[in-house]
């Protein structure tokens, strides 16, 4: 099982100042990778996929970098409906899909 | 628009079981897999398992193998999760997942609170 993990566990970032999230992989995902935004009582929401591709709708201050086992999600500029915990999850190689503990944007 | 609506909340007995529906509309619900994930109350996301709509085929992860089933009724679109002896751990929010292509998921539905609970 490919082992996801999310650094920092918290971020607290000022309105308009650029969040830079890590995700690291047990072992080479190459570029199978997702990240998703999830606000308190609402389902995660697709950001990102093939580690680089926006999904459609999502603004373009949202940013996706990375391959093998090193990913970061940047926000550029962030707004107030962007404070939200974000999860990446990898799909490179399952059963199972595996899922970052998510790091949680507040605002500072 | 590709929509999953699932059922509303649960409250179980420990030991008992809770099935969950997912409603598909806005696609064919039989060419895409159905994935379902759940949550604990502030807790990370937890892939439970996979079925095919088509041919009903599953895959669930080793953690619910023997407490879990998937099933599907095509005539209604719609996807269900049974997890059986039910325990106070598993009190979480359940959701179903369409898969893209590769393995990310996109949509999600809502999400069902089961709570287990003497």
């Known amino acids: 099982e490919i082992v996801m993990t999310q650094s920092p566990a918290t971020l607290s970032v000022s309105p308009g100042e650029r969040a830079t999230l890590s995700c690291r992989a047990s072992?080479?995902?190459?570029?199978?990778l997702a990240w998703y935004q999830q606000k308190p009582g609402q389902a995660p929401r697709l950001l990102i996929s093939g580690a680089s591709t926006r999904a459609t709708g999502i603004p373009a201050r949202f940013s996706g970098s990375g391959s093998g086992t090193e990913f970061t999600l940047t926000i550029s500029s962030l707004q107030s409906e962007d404070f939200a915990v974000y999860y990446c999850?990898?799909?490179?190689?399952?059963?199972?899909?595996?899922f970052g503990p998510g790091t949680k944007v507040d605002i500072k | 628009q590709v929509q999953l609506v699932q059922s509303g909340a649960e409250v179980k007995k420990p030991g008992a079981s809770v099935k969950v529906s997912c409603k598909a509309s806005g696609y064919t619900f039989t060419s895409y897999d159905i994935n379902w994930v759940r949550q604990a109350t502030g807790q990370g996301l937890e892939w439970m398992g996979w079925m095919n709509p088509n041919s009903g085929n599953t895959g669930y992860a080793q953690k619910f193998q023997g407490r879990v089933t998937m099933t599907r009724n095509t005539s209604i679109s719609t996807a269900y999760m049974e997890l059986s002896s039910l325990r106070s751990e598993d009190t979480a929010v359940y959701y179903c997942?369409?898969?893209?292509?590769?393995?990310?998921?996109?949509?999600w539905g809502q999400g069902t609170l089961v709570t287990v609970s003497s």
């Open positions: 997942a369409r898969p893209q292509w590769l393995g990310w998921f996109d949509p």
């Open positions: 999850q990898q799909y490179s190689n399952w059963p199972p899909f595996t």
């Open positions: 072992q080479s995902v190459s570029s199978n």
